[in-house]
């Protein structure tokens, strides 16, 4: 019944439609009235979130939080954001420390790695330009290796 109504609501150009749509990521993220379906919530939450809203950025960082501890097929990239939000300070005091830590262990993840390894080249660039390089060679030999010229 909730979940009928909330899905009206998101549709529509009621007044309640941006809430509508909140409580609806809610009830696919839990599973609540509806079967669970972590990227039909990730994907309202990320509408909400691009709405520049403080308490949407708040609740995504939630959801990457939740997710990226959850041992489903959106954990990478729920860690990814994460990092994102640690990075630029989204629903989150800026905290490089704990970036720097998802992007070491997205490093090890075949579909963010060239990401994690640029951000982690970049954040050495002033700290220690010999590890800047070692993450900058990683970087390159792993695009070399996805586009089959290594």
């Known amino acids: 019944m909730a979940f009928k109504i909330y899905s009206d609501l998101s549709g529509s ?3 309640f439609q941006t809430l509508a749509k909140l409580y609806l990521a809610w009830l696919y993220l839990y599973g609540v009235g ?3 379906d972590t990227n039909n919530a990730k994907d309202l939450f990320l509408e ?6 403080p308490i949407y950025y708040k609740m995504a960082f939630q959801l990457y939080l939740d997710l990226s501890k959850s041992q489903s097929d959106q954990q990478n990239s729920a860690k ?3 990092a994102l939000c640690y990075e ?3 629903g989150v005091k800026k905290d490089y420390d704990n970036a720097y830590e998802l992007y070491l262990d ?4 075949e579909d963010y790695q060239i990401k994690a390894f640029r951000w982690l080249a970049n954040y ?3 700290k220690d330009e010999e590890r800047s390089f070692k993450y900058s060679q990683e970087e390159y ?3 070399l290796n996805r586009l089959d010229i290594g």
């Not at 909400?48 to 809203?53: A, E, I, R, V």
């Not at 997205?106 to 993840?109: A, E």
Request: proline share 0%; glycine share 4%; hydrophobic share 20%.
């Open 13 to 15: 150009k009621s007044e």
């Open 34 to 36: 509806v079967d669970k």
């Open 48 to 53: 909400l979130y691009y709405q520049t809203n």
């Open 80 to 82: 990814y954001e994460l």
């Open 88 to 90: 630029l300070g989204k």
């Open 106 to 109: 997205l490093s090890k993840s």
């Open 124 to 126: 050495y660039l002033k």
């Open 141 to 143: 030999r792993n695009s």
